[in-house]
């Protein structure tokens, strides 16, 4: 009698167990109070081990890693805000970090004047969608935080005037002291930009030991921030994200493809070199003219807009040309080659464009390599993580759900 009322307990245990484990991580809640992302420029995903980053590895093993696959193009405008939006670059506005609108008659560029302009970003920055619901947003530079877009900005943000930016101690101490704030002001998304080891990996090559330092020097910053948490108290309540926009390749003169060579200027309206290369050609005749002329050029892929193959998710967007020219991994499309010794902007397939993911928390797996995923899904990861309903994105909740306790 006894043992048959504890078999049925313990049968009735394991089921409950069995219920339990099988539930849907989104029927499940999350557990962290406050979310970071980190976005470290042009971090390649094999960085930690080709330069060392004791604090990723902390991370890696408090958590989960993977390599992430990047939107196309793999720039940092076009990607930081597919991270913000969970659009790819052909939805959310940005299709490259400069383009034609043949619209709005204006030329976007990330170093233009023009970056204010609204009509530029398509889409729902996380930022708004989190303020929408209640949740106050602190920003430190994130690629496009500083511009109101559907008539929001975050509670905190940062322009970024290059002459002016704070050092990466402060810009990670500010972030930290977020988390202080009085609760009624205190954001819950927060997050937080370098722009290194970009900028060394263009000048120097992605091989270079200075980008080794740049490497250091973020990955420090990621452990200062680490202990800020710590000391806090916050373990428990803050989730962790620290990612990139794209990775690097090395480049050289030599990899050339110069449209002139094979075009004539009277055959298009508007050229706008780069990777990919986006031509607006005249009429009809033209672009058959300009096609014919360069489909056969080797190193590069050249496509009618509508004729991009699928896996690129790119040419829906009015700001892409009727032609496209995009070049193989390390080559470039332009009048003059690049004085860098790298870059990026290459198909998200190639290797050397993917980035570092790490994420530690409440709500994280711990000491787990989980499957690479799109980047356009960490939209969606945020949102579950805020308890908050996601716009319209490209991203899949299922493709983050492994790496989830
Ligand atoms: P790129 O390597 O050309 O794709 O762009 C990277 C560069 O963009 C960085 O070195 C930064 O200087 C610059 N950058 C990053 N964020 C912003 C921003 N919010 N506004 C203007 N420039 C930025
Ligand atoms: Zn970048
Ligand atoms: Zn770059």
């Not at 309206?269 to 990777?275: A, K, L, N, R």
């Not at 986006?278 to 005749?285: G, L, R």
């Not at 290459?346 to 980047?375: C, H, L, W, Y």
């Amino acid at each position: 009698m006894h043992s048959t009322f504890h078999r049925a307990v313990k049968t009735a245990i394991i089921v409950l167990l069995a219920i339990i484990a099988a539930l849907p991580v989104s029927a499940k809640r999350p557990k962290a109070k406050y979310v970071i992302v980190v976005s470290m420029d042009g971090f390649r995903y094999d960085y930690p081990e080709k330069y060392g980053a004791p604090n990723l590895d902390k991370i890696a093993l408090n958590g989960v890693s993977t390599d992430m696959i990047p939107s196309f193009p793999s720039s940092t405008f076009p990607n930081h805000y597919a991270l913000a939006t969970g659009l790819v670059p052909d939805h959310n506005g940005l299709v490259n970090n400069s383009f034609w609108d043949p619209d709005l008659k204006e030329y976007y560029s990330l170093s233009g004047p023009n970056k204010d302009n609204p009509a530029f970003y398509l889409g729902e920055p996380i930022w708004n969608t989190a303020q929408r619901q209640g949740i106050i947003a602190g920003v430190n530079y994130w690629v496009s935080s500083e511009y109101l877009i559907g008539g929001g900005r975050p509670r905190y943000y940062r322009p970024y005037d290059n002459d002016n930016l704070l050092s990466f101690e402060a810009r990670t101490d500010s972030t930290l002291a977020f988390l202080s704030m009085p609760k009624k002001d205190r954001p819950r998304l927060i997050m937080l930009y370098f722009d290194e080891p970009d900028h060394a990996g263009h000048v120097n090559g992605p091989d270079s030991p200075l980008v080794g330092e740049q490497v250091r020097r973020v990955d420090e910053m990621i452990g200062r921030l680490r202990e800020g948490i710590r000391r806090k108290g916050l373990q428990k309540k803050v989730d962790l994200i620290v990612l990139a926009d794209h990775g690097m390749t090395e480049i050289s003169p030599e990899r050339l493809v110069k449209p002139s060579d094979y075009i004539k200027a009277e055959w298009y309206d508007h050229i706008v070199t780069g990777i990919p290369t986006s031509i607006f050609s005249k009429d009809a005749a033209c672009r058959d003219s300009i096609y014919n002329a360069m489909k056969g050029i080797e190193h590069v892929h050249v496509w009618k807009k509508e004729e991009i193959p699928a896996e690129l998710n790119y040419g829906s967007s009015n700001r892409v040309g009727d032609i496209v020219v995009a070049p193989d991994l390390g080559w470039q499309v332009g009048e003059f080659p690049s004085r860098n010794k790298g870059t990026h902007g290459f198909f998200p397939s190639e290797r050397e464009m993917q980035t570092v993911f790490r994420a530690e928390g409440p709500d994280f797996k711990k000491n787990v390599r989980i499957p690479q995923f799109r980047n356009v899904s960490i939209y969606p990861l945020v949102c579950w993580i805020l308890g908050i309903e996601p716009a319209p994105n490209d991203g899949d909740f299922e493709e983050v759900k492994p790496m989830l306790r």
